[in-house]
């Protein structure tokens, strides 16, 4: 199976969508189980190819540096299938019935979204990475517009610095074009060493700026909270789970792959210690619940970037599987919530008492993925804090340790706090019933306790992969066949 | 806000220093941006477009003599845009049918009012019914001689749109029928992707140029290069057309 | 002579870039906002052709009068990637400017004082 189909099914699924909407009410929906449904297969059936060597795929049959190419290596394939199959995960949620929605449009935008964020991963090309970029964004755009009335401010400030970054983007587009003469990322990575060290600097900077809007990191994640409590909990949840994910990706490719070893990663480390406090504070002192879970998403991002950017085999293993599980957790918990607030018609924590009971699944999903992310042990968020702690320690970076200890207590706090609204408060509220939202609440919480008991198979491939990501030979290697 | 102007002007000025400082060029220090004007073309991959050798050996490339070269069309940049890296402009007619599509759902096709009170005079009237069918002729023009001459499907898409718009500006009531512009929006962005599966399944690798590529500097070569651009030029003239329709009419 | 002529595009253009960013920061205007992301848009785009000019070079089109590939053309790639982004800007602007129209029909106001939403 070519990977190339990974983005140009959904894309032609998506074309179709407008014509076929008239048909049934639930048509749309169905177009895009099935579209998530065929990238997961067939994300699958590379897995065994892509574990022996990684695939390069050349586009339309030109020659390596002149045309555009694909790849596909171990992190690509891990990040490839987390995506798809959280995307499956959110469009069966997504078929419960949201009324006023109009549902062609929200699954067109919604699939072109993921072929957007499948392409941030599967290219090879900077400046393809920078049309995919705008694809996802634009997309995201319209989504966090759906909900009308107040959306449109948080959206117009989203769409603001959107622009921003991608002017920013292509400044770093145009320095690397005009210096080394390409615009593949493996040419790059054999020249940047010769390049000039202020332009370098300059080049790493801009980039920071560029595709740290997809990150959220923090003086580009101003948008993050509007837009997250005022759009539909689906698009949250794509938001969070999905397109963080992509984001990362891409600075790890840009600092890791291409970049390598400059010696900027103090600067990463300042702006995710940054983050992380920031958002941890924020997070405590919200009483709304969508505005919460924004904080505390940036929150781990910032320690996500803070881990990756100490530049160590064990610390990059632990970060990459701190980013997994948030993904699984978070999607878990804005699935969860997003039932709660619907049933009771309100967004605040207080509203929400004694849901735990009357709602005893999603209640229960609540619960896994909070304790999750706190770090209780049996969950995956478990495995993956201590792993960040040992290595804090073993470098000897004592003021990050301690950094993220603190972060953790206020997570506690503030998670505790909603636990235990949930199940000791008493309900006040009518409450709406909706059918069940099984599927996706409870193979995420398995999932959660699967990588919580049994975490060995998947650290060692990241431990492949992070030691891939450290030393960028091989990426050259593979695509350019020797020096 | 006097304060918070000045911060701003601050953090550009500091802004711009430090972009500045990318231009310090000391030859001794490594690969450098180069001056203006002073380019060695043989350093960068665009000498391989213009000698057309990326895949084979190198041969002389002669207008209105070559046969079947590794890509038929005498402009460059379209060669560019629509063979060797077709991955980008798939990716840019996607992000025009967002935002076309975002466009028609957030402004909801009201049908309110027309932006104008009444109908332009009797001279803007007469004259449009004269310049449209040019304009018209000269967007398509444009979109079928993309290969030969500057130009191609966006530059006509864009004209063919100009060419409605003056519609808009001489008749209050004129209206466009959306279903038909989606149905020629879906309809050519669906074929441009079946070209590209097809060349996936006869030539192995997506968006592939399997059509025989003729002589440079006719009209019937270039393989599947006009097709693309005709596409091309049919969907960006419609979603041109139906964001300033819903513009108009919001 | 020599300094503007080297230094009149490549650094023109990072100037509209650093003026658009300024408007960018300090309009109270929605519409002067949308119109400052636009002269960003036009900087950027100017930057990306001026890194491919070669002094004396010719348009890279084969024509009747220019019919060799040896002769002196101007750098195409630049080209090819302005035709993306001068369309990926458009996209952006059209999207913005819409949300703004929606923004006006629900509060009557295009400053961004008095939308309680945009306070940075």
């Not at chain 1, 924590?349 to 735990?356: P, S």
Request: net charge positive; aromatic share 10%; charged share 10%.
């Amino acid at each position: 199976m070519n990977p190339s189909l990974l983005i140009a099914l959904p894309l032609l699924i998506s074309f179709t969508i407008p014509l076929f909407a008239k048909l049934h009410k639930k048509f749309p929906n169905i177009l895009v189980l099935i579209s998530t449904l065929i990238n997961v297969l067939i994300t699958i059936s590379l897995f065994n190819t892509v574990m022996s060597e990684p695939l390069v795929v050349k586009l339309g049959n030109w020659n390596i540096p002149y045309g555009i190419n694909l790849y596909v290596d171990k992190l690509a394939l891990i990040s490839l299938i987390i995506i798809s199959v959280l995307t499956f995960l959110i469009a069966i949620f997504n078929l419960r019935n949201i009324g006023e929605l109009n549902q062609s449009k929200f699954n067109t935008m919604f699939l072109l979204a993921f072929a957007g964020i499948n392409g941030i991963i599967l290219t090879g090309d900077i400046f393809n990475l920078f049309v995919f970029i705008e694809i996802a964004a634009i997309a995201t755009y319209v989504l966090a517009t759906m909900k009308r009335k107040d959306s449109y401010q948080a959206a117009f400030k989203y769409i603001v610095m959107g622009s921003i970054a991608s002017v920013f983007l292509l400044m770093a587009i145009a320095f690397t074009y005009s210096s080394i003469g390409s615009l593949n990322m493996a040419v790059i990575a054999k020249s940047a060493g010769q390049l000039n060290p202020s332009l370098l600097r300059v080049i790493t900077l801009l980039l920071l700026v560029g595709i740290g809007i997809e990150a959220e990191l923090f003086p580009m994640n101003l948008w993050v909270p509007e837009v997250y409590s005022k759009s539909y909990v689906g698009v949250t949840a794509l938001f969070s789970g999905v397109l963080s994910v992509a984001g990362i990706y891409a600075m790890l490719r840009i600092y890791f792959t291409i970049f390598g070893n400059s010696g900027l990663y103090i600067y990463l480390t300042i702006i995710g210690a940054i983050t992380l406090i920031l958002g941890e504070l924020i997070a405590y002192q919200q009483n709304n619940i969508k505005k919460m879970l924004a904080y505390s998403s940036i929150a781990q991002m910032g320690l996500v970037i803070t881990v990756i950017s100490l530049n160590s085999v064990e610390t990059m293993q632990a970060g990459l599987f701190q980013l997994l599980n948030h993904s699984i957790l978070k999607v878990l918990l804005f699935i969860s919530a997003g039932f709660m607030t619907y049933a009771v018609g309100s967004n605040k924590i207080k509203d929400l008492a004694g849901l735990g009971k009357k709602m005893p699944i999603a209640g229960l999903g609540f619960s896994i993925g909070s304790l999750g992310i706190m770090g209780i042990p049996f969950l995956n968020g478990f495995v993956s804090k201590m792993m960040i702690l040992q290595n804090t320690l073993g470098l000897e970076k004592y003021f990050i340790t301690g950094l993220i200890l603190l972060a953790t207590l206020i997570e506690i706090a503030y998670y505790i706090k909603v636990v235990q609204t949930l199940y000791f408060k008493e309900n006040i509220l009518k409450v709406k019933q909706l059918f069940p939202c099984l599927i996706p609440v409870s193979i995420l919480s398995l999932t959660a306790f699967y990588l919580g008991v049994f975490p060995q198979s998947v650290i060692n491939i990241l431990n492949q992969v992070s030691s891939q990501l450290l030393d960028n030979s091989n990426y050259i290697i593979s695509i350019l066949g020797g020096i | 806000m006097r304060f918070r102007d000045y911060l701003s002007l601050f953090l550009v000025i500091i802004l711009g220093f430090i972009i500045f400082q990318a231009f310090d060029g000391t030859i001794d220090n490594g690969l450098n941006i180069k001056q203006f004007g002073e380019v060695n073309l043989s350093e960068r991959t665009s000498i391989h477009y213009i000698n057309k050798d990326v895949n084979n050996e190198s041969t002389q490339i002669i207008y209105n003599e070559s046969k079947n070269p590794e890509s038929g069309s005498a402009n460059y940049v379209t060669s560019i845009i629509a063979n060797y890296r077709a991955l980008d402009t798939l990716g840019e007619i996607t992000v025009l049918f967002i935002a076309a599509a975002g466009l028609a759902f957030v402004l909801g096709d009201h049908n309110k009012n027309n932006a104008f009170a009444s109908d332009a005079s009797f001279i803007v009237k007469i004259g449009v019914k004269i310049l449209f069918p040019l304009l018209f002729l000269l967007g398509i023009y444009i979109i079928i001689h993309g290969h030969l001459t500057p130009g191609g499907g966006f530059q006509g898409g864009a004209v063919i749109a100009t060419a409605i718009l003056l519609k808009f500006l001489a008749y209050k009531d004129y209206k466009l029928n959306h279903t038909g512009l989606t149905i020629l929006e879906s309809f050519a962005g669906i074929s441009f992707l079946i070209i590209g599966l097809i060349g996936l399944y006869t030539d192995g690798s997506f968006l592939t140029n399997f059509l025989a590529n003729g002589t440079i500097g006719t009209l019937f070569s270039a393989g599947v290069i006009p097709i693309i651009y005709i596409l091309i030029g049919i969907k960006v003239g419609a979603e041109l057309s139906g964001i300033i329709s819903n513009l108009i009419n919001a | 002579m020599a300094f503007l002529n080297q230094w009149a595009y490549i650094g023109g253009s990072i100037i509209l870039i650093l003026i658009g960013l300024f408007g960018v920061l300090t309009r109270r205007n929605l519409i002067k906002i949308v119109v400052s992301i636009g002269i960003m848009d036009t900087g950027v785009n100017l930057l990306l052709v001026s890194l491919g000019y070669i002094n004396g070079g010719l348009a890279p089109i084969l024509t009747a009068t220019n019919p060799t590939n040896n002769l002196n053309f101007v750098d195409p790639l630049p080209q090819a990637l302005v035709l993306t982004a001068i369309v990926i800007g458009v996209a952006i602007l059209a999207l913005a400017l819409s949300i703004v129209i929606k923004i006006y029909e629900n509060n009557n106001t295009l400053q961004i004082d008095e939308l309680r939403g945009l306070k940075l």
